[in-house]
Nanobody, 119 residues
């Protein structure tokens, strides 16, 4: 059973940066894709961006394009989310998720990490 462990959240001032990490706790890990999602209080969960594990194809939500960068280190079974120019509207719980090769959606989720951006 794959477990995803996120880290790197915290409190930052507007304009600052944070880097989130998400590591899979299995010996071998080869999903179809990994994704970052976020959920702000009272809001539905939304996609931040995704990356395919093999080819490294990346998608970003319009709201984070040019500010956030997704990357992965296959050898470390880790996906990263570098967040720059953070704004208060980026405040949310951030989740990483994995989509297996046989799934049509993201089917394994991390526990989430809080990101708070102050004015």
């Amino acid at each position: 059973q794959v477990q995803l462990v996120e880290s790197g959240g915290g409190l930052v001032q507007a304009g600052g940066s944070l880097r989130l990490s998400c590591t899979a706790s299995v010996r071998t890990f080869s999903p179809y894709a990994m994704g970052w999602f976020r959920q702000a209080p009272g809001m539905e969960r939304e996609i931040v961006g995704t990356i395919t594990w093999s080819a490294g194809r990346i998608y970003y939500a319009d709201s984070v394009k040019g500010r956030f960068t997704i990357s992965r280190d296959n050898s470390k079974k880790t996906v990263y989310l570098q967040m720059n120019s953070l704004q208060p509207e980026d405040t949310a719980v951030y989740y990483c998720a994995a989509r297996s090769n046989v799934a049509f959606d993201y089917n394994t989720w991390g526990q989430g990490t809080q990101v708070t951006v102050s004015h």
